[in-house]
């Protein structure tokens, strides 16, 4: 199937950029992007088109279908599409919105980071929603009269995508910058890895089921959450190892581990190497304590 994109109202406002090698190849930057007014006559079909795209929906009612669904776009909402794949939208009658289509080496890692806790459209704080929507003018500014340098382009496209979580506050959605079990969990955990610490006693202290914490910190994390303590213990090893004398032995035991069998293999299963082959590849070690 062809793409098909309609022509919004006059008076909408459209530009383009072009990153240089140098932002491309390691930061966040703007493609296109504009603030758009419409009538229901305004739709749009594309098999892919190589970018994310964010959007501020200001007033009416549109749609987006991707992935077999569709979402209701209504004045408030924000919304994320991976444009990489098959996907339309348009407007329900009267719409305006503010949209921005991006990429960059972490644009993947922002988009997946986002979708899997807000979804692909979220209700954010009115805050929030205004403190986008400066960001997208902002950038809209810079990219027209091209006062903009592209490293500050990179800086706002990563508030703007970080925003929405550490902001907190939305109506569809339990993240809580803080406050999150992830966060929480990671917190406990860091302060207690030295001792004995089991998923159990984790889950107990957030007050939740172990299996209901197990999904919920993979979901939010990606990992379980023995693979993150086992993480902190074996970074802790790793500073002692190269700062102190201390035998292996010590360190295991100091990091939480509870036998230097155990630490040893744990350490060489992480890392490729024993305890002691790290500690020699580091160079010497203080004499410090």
Same mark, same amino acid.
């Given at each position: ?11 909408? %406002? ?14 966040? @930057? ?13 739709? %749009? !079909?594309?098999?892919? +088109? ?8 200001? $007033?009416?009612?549109? +749609? ?19 444009? +990489?794949?098959?996907?339309? +939208? ?6 305006? *919105? ?8 972490? /644009?993947?890692? @922002?988009?997946?980071?986002?979708? #899997?806790?807000?979804?692909? %459209? ?22 027209? $009269? ?7 382009? /990179? ?11 550490? $902001? ?5 959605? #339990? =993240? ?7 966060? &929480? ?7 207690? !890895? ?5 998923? $159990? ?6 007050? =939740? ?29 790793? *500073? !002692? ?37 790290? &500690? ?8 410090? &304590?």
């Amino acid at each position: 199937m062809r793409s098909y994109i309609s022509e919004p109202l006059s008076g909408s %406002v459209t530009c383009f950029h072009t990153a240089t090698p140098k932002i491309s190849a390691g930061f966040l @930057y703007p493609l296109c992007l504009g603030r758009y007014q419409c009538d229901d006559s305004y739709h %749009v !079909y594309r098999e892919s +088109y190589d970018s994310f795209l964010f959007m501020l929906i200001l $007033d009416g009612r549109g +749609y987006l279908k991707i992935d077999g669904k569709t979402h209701q776009l209504t004045k408030g909402c924000a919304v994320l599409v991976d444009c +990489y794949r098959p996907h339309s +939208y348009g407007a329900l009658g009267s719409f305006s *919105f503010l949209w921005l289509h991006f990429d960059g080496a972490t /644009a993947r890692n @922002y988009y997946s980071y986002l979708t #899997e806790r807000l979804g692909q %459209v979220f209700t954010p704080s009115q805050k929030s929603f205004g403190s986008m929507k400066l960001l997208i003018t902002q950038l809209l500014s810079g990219v027209l $009269d091209g006062t903009a340098p592209e490293l500050q382009m /990179a800086c706002w496209i990563t508030q703007l995508l970080t925003l929405p979580v550490l $902001d907190g506050d939305f109506s569809d959605s #339990e =993240v809580s910058y803080g406050s999150s079990l992830s966060q &929480r969990a990671c917190g406990y955990m860091r302060s207690r !890895y030295q001792n004995p610490l089991s998923v $159990d006693e984790v889950a107990s202290f957030l007050s =939740v089921s172990t299996c209901h914490f197990i999904r919920q910190f993979k979901k939010e994390t990606g990992m379980t959450p023995h693979s993150y303590l086992l993480s902190v213990r074996i970074n802790s090893a790793k *500073f !002692y190892l190269k700062t102190t004398s201390d035998s292996v032995k010590e360190i295991g035991f100091r990091c939480g581990f509870q036998s230097e069998n155990h630490f040893c293999i744990s350490f060489k299963k992480a890392t490729g190497m024993t305890p002691s082959g790290y &500690r020699g590849s580091a160079g010497e070690v203080s004499s410090e &304590r």
